[in-house]
């Protein structure tokens, strides 16, 4: 985050004196103290300073960096997962190519007949079904798909720095978001390079 100018003034201020009291601050900036009040917040909530009662303030020690990297490793998949789309594995690679357009997305999960995550299908697996095929009518995506035990899945309360972490390692676009229930996973959503790509915009936005 940026600061403004009064914001970097408080901070000086703080680590020379510290521990010192809002009123205190307030006389050297020759203000009075309501009008620091919201700055004094904001330093406090986005970590630079320390408010302990009856004591004052108190310089954390943190630089912008590192508390950015505090906020990053905090945010959880839940707060940025997009709606997963699913097919059946019965359906055609025709089919599943029409899904992918139309919904337009790059990954397609596929589930069996109890709705359970059993296969992922990338866009170029379905280009790489598509080579010397004469019917994608007549080919089920099942035959195709990367299928479970190899799916690599996260859940709802995973770190989102964990999960980027793994696209990278393991070279994939995207990972279901997945509820265990008593047989098998429930796909509830998705995690793609995308959604990286919007928590990361969004941090320069001070949104959060
Ligand atoms: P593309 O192949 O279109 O570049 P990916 O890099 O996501 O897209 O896919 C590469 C391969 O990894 C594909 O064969 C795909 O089926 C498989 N794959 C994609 N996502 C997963 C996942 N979450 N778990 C396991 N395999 C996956």
Redesign the pocket.
């Known amino acids: 985050m940026e600061l403004s100018k009064r914001q970097e003034e408080i901070i000086e201020i703080v680590k020379a004196n510290a521990p010192i009291t809002g009123e205190h601050i307030a006389e050297k900036l020759h203000l009075a103290r309501a009008t620091l009040r919201p700055d004094l917040a904001i330093l406090t909530m986005a970590g630079f300073l320390d408010a302990r009662p009856r004591v004052g303030y108190f310089f954390t020690g943190k630089t912008g960096s590192e508390l950015l990297t505090e906020k990053i490793k905090q945010f959880k998949v839940y707060e940025y997962q997009s709606i997963p789309i699913v097919v059946k594995e019965s359906v055609s690679v025709y089919e599943a190519i029409s899904t992918m357009f139309l919904e337009d997305v790059?990954?397609l999960f596929v589930v069996d007949d109890k709705s359970h995550l059993c296969g992922?299908?990338?866009?170029?697996?379905l280009l790489r079904a598509t080579i010397g095929q004469k019917d994608l009518n007549q080919i089920p995506v099942h035959i195709i798909?990367?299928r479970m035990p190899?799916?690599?899945?996260c859940r709802k309360e995973d770190l989102l720095i964990d999960v980027a972490k793994i696209l990278i390692e393991?070279?994939?676009?995207?990972?279901?978001v997945v509820k265990d229930t008593q047989d098998g996973f429930e796909v509830i959503g998705r995690v793609t390079k995308t959604t990286i790509t919007k928590a990361f915009v969004e941090l320069t936005m001070d949104k959060r």
């Open positions: 790059g990954t992922v299908l990338s866009r170029k697996d798909m990367t190899n799916i690599t899945i393991k070279q994939i676009d995207g990972v279901p």
